[in-house]
């Protein structure tokens, strides 16, 4: 873990958001032991006011409970983008969990929880940002595919690859979580202020546009369709081995 941490060359910030303060600061307590820096809430409304005044260097994650005053974790979390986001919650109703994966989580962990356990599933997430290319604010990658957020430069194998601005949302999304699968409606609602009028019948069109305009370049099929859910990016289909 402590040379994930260096990789960073930066402790990275995670904003713990729960009103049971003796969970609140015990996690403060773990993470900062293990190096990290932590800023904590205790409300929704809190946490808001929170990720705006750490920006633009952070929060870098979000450990989010679901039962606020205020804002619930649940009304929350559409709000928050381009942080990933951890639900810890008491609530073990599996129908839920998979909605909230399905809307923006990145993963959820039922309390009462193992510290180290929390830690563990932290620092992957924390792997795959640095992997992605988050932690730095710069390039953007998966493999042979690179996205720069700042010129709006996509390379596949070295190879300019020229999208349209739906597209490069569309990409900018599924990179940010690579394997990992994000609904269409979770696509559409994160683009949303960059193209308003994609549609979700338009959507499909445009990620397949997206694949084929990457596909001449590569060998490498990056995007799937999972079926009746949305889209992932990633080098294996889905359920293949």
């Not at 990658?141 to 010129?151: M, Q």
Request: aromatic share 4%.
């Amino acid at each position: 873990m402590n040379e994930l941490l260096k990789a960073w060359g930066r402790p990275p910030c995670i904003l713990t958001v729960d009103d049971d303060i003796y969970i609140n600061d015990l996690v403060k307590e773990v993470l900062e032991r293990e190096g990290c820096v932590v800023k904590q809430a205790w409300s929704g409304t809190e946490a808001l006011l929170r990720i705006d005044s750490l920006q633009p260097e952070g929060p870098d994650m979000i450990l989010l409970d679901l039962n606020l005053p205020g804002l619930s974790g649940e009304e929350l979390l559409p709000r928050i983008k381009d942080i990933p986001v951890i639900v810890v919650s008491a609530k073990a109703d599996v129908t839920g969990k998979v909605d909230l994966l399905m809307g923006g989580a990145v993963d959820y962990i039922t309390k009462p929880f193992d510290t180290q356990e929390l830690i563990a599933r932290i620092f992957v997430q924390l792997r795959r940002l640095n992997v992605s290319g988050e932690s730095g604010k710069d390039l953007m990658t998966y493999r042979s595919l690179k996205l720069d957020p700042d010129t709006h430069l996509v390379t596949v194998d070295g190879k300019e690859v020229k999208l349209t601005r739906t597209e490069y949302a569309i990409l900018k999304i599924l990179i940010k979580r690579p394997e990992q699968v994000v609904a269409k409606l979770t696509l559409l609602d994160e683009i949303s202020n960059d193209t308003p009028d994609c549609t979700e019948d338009s959507l499909k069109i445009h990620v397949h546009n997206l694949r084929k305009k990457l596909d001449r370049v590569t060998e490498t099929e990056y995007i799937h369709a999972v079926w009746g859910i949305g889209f992932m990016l990633s080098n294996q289909k889905p359920g293949a081995k």
